[in-house]
């Protein structure tokens, strides 16, 4: 009837190592979009300024 030995400090680490993958993962779901997300909204952007610059008025030449 032995009970285990267990190391505190590496059990408090082991503990925080889980609690921030835990809080990273959350943080990723909330906050993280794909690379096709980040590319689709890259492309509109390009889109949109190139609609942008397509109407602007010239300068007449003086």
């Known amino acids: 009837m032995s009970a285990e030995i267990v190391n505190l400090r590496q059990r408090r680490k082991r503990q925080a190592r ?35 610059a397509a109407t602007k008025l010239t300068e007449p030449d003086a």
């Not at 921030?20 to 890259?42: D, I, L, P, S, Y």
């Open 18 to 52: 889980q609690d921030a993958e835990a809080q990273a993962a959350e943080n990723r779901a909330r906050h993280g979009r794909t690379k096709a997300e980040r590319e689709h909204e890259a492309l509109e952007a390009q889109r949109a300024r190139r609609a942008h």
